[in-house]
């Protein structure tokens, strides 16, 4: 069933066995694979079924780091959540992903990528992929215009590319079906307060825009509101627990991390270059279904350990312009045409700081040549100092909005630069182009222009067996209490060069197995 | 990325993409001629060359160079065909840089090092 908290009764108290916070992709998995069990399952969205302002706005925050977009554009609100405007493109992390890796502090899951294949095989199936195959020689030979490079040197993957699925729209009549399940629209959690002696969640405080108040008392809690919001609820539930629930080592927040894009140069490509299979989205048939599959240049596990190097992909794109400056020009000239002012203020500033760049799309542009943009595609390294806290300003709920501190360190520029100048010499030793490698890339330093973040929020509320390193166990169970679980990519421990959604969407239905085997009874006598 | 650096970009894909590509002329058998014939954009790969001595200041010899570039493959250059025989080797050769990652980075370009070593050489003619 589906209803709205703003119907209901002020004061109202919802007693359940499990409840789920956050209908994202996380989320409504959950409640999805939980449909038809014995447990009664409420499933908590902060929005409603549709975009309202005065909802997203609730995810406004400030930014003290490295640039990055506004907090209420990178994520949505509303039922759904942030599958409501993802581009769907997937691929599983890659089992050296979860390893404990000696050059990278802080690396390695609490499991292998043996123990998640079966859930990324089910969540291919949900995120409406098509056939789980990857990395398969064969079905990457069947893409046309695969580069020979030497598999020593560069190896090639492909992700695959979704409808995309909104999960909201998608998947809402199944959990309106279920009969163990209802959906609250419109319900925020503003504190989750546990006993005394803060190792039992016993109820959650919600609140509506329009001041309406009530109570959950579940006897099971999943927090699945995302890579940001999950580190500011713990963070703000702090009546009991002064830090914050789960933050006795001081770790909720800490490790932010997004995946990080890099303009990194361009390859003046010869003339058959743009043929290439990395430059267009390929439609393949596996095993009688169709799949989509876009090709990109990687860094193979054995290079990756033998130079000590993160896990780092490239995106090759033929265009007449790679530069932001014309990139912004161009977006700005098509705003302009459709009387669209909004974002010319950055828009010109863009310009302005690559001045150079725009002029020179310009003048690609009129002559018609073209360049393959080369765009480094990556694993940032976990960094403690990456963070996320609260800041001292409220939103209309009274709940602390976030800081974002966002860092980088010179192992993800090492990596990408490593990644981009043997793809330039494959690509010339096959005679598909010539690279050109933008200066300050060269450079061993920490510095960046322009990174350009994903917008794939992860890492705050990181996994491990060891509650000195990580907020939740193996089991997705927040260190110390017994019925909090987290779900999404904040557990993420490392995070590979793959978007996150299959991750996020296989976590969670191996948390559901977990939590078809946990006896509630237990936690009802406590 | 600036206006000079569009220029270098058209002048150098201009040299790089056309080294292989020189119509065979008259059998240039001395080192000079084959330099000469390999590089016909001659302003340019002196540039390139000059940017590739300022890094490597080590290999500021015109002997040296000739020797990287074309020591062991005197003998091959004989005869009427000597030229595309030339060319043929040192594209093998810049292959093979390419594949093994002996390259260097000269103003953001990305070249093999006997494309680079070829072109210094062009600054002592």
Redesign the interface.
Known sequence: MIQDFRQSDDGAVIETDICIIGAGAAGITLARALAGSQRKVWLLESGGLDPEPETLALNKGKIVGLPYAPLDQVRLRYFGGSTNHWNSFCRPLDPIDFEKRAWVPYSGWPFDRAALDPYYREAQEICELGPYVYDDDDILRRIPGVAAF?RD?VTNIHWTIGPPTRFGQRYLEDLQQAPNVDVLLNANVVEIVPSADGQTVTTLRLKSLEGKTGTVRPKLVVLACGGIENPRILLASNSVMKPGLGNGRDLVGRFFADHVGVIM?YV?P?ADACQLGYNVPASVKVGGRESTMRLAPALPADVQRREQLLNFHIMLNCEDEH?AGYLALRNAGKNLVRGKVDGMGDALLTILD?L??A??GV??HLNDELVMGVEAYGEPAPNPDSRITLDAERDRLGMPQVRLDWKLSPREKKAARFLC??V???L??LNYG??????WM?ADDTTWQRPHPWDHHMGTTRMSDDPATGVVDANCRVHGINNLYVAGSSVFPTYGAGPPTLTIVALALRLADHIRGVDLTLREAK | MTICAISRRRLLSSLILTVIAVPPTSAMLAKRDGVTALLPHLHAARLIGSHYLALVPQERSATRLSESVFGDIDAAVDGPDALARLRALVDARRRRDFSTGDTVILNGWLLARTEARLCALSTFL
Do not use: K, M, T
């Open positions: 030497n040197r140069g003046v010869a530069s690559d150079g760049g002029a020179g003048w690609r100048r043997s330039g010499e494959e010339a030793r010539r690279l050109y490698i933008d200066e060269l």
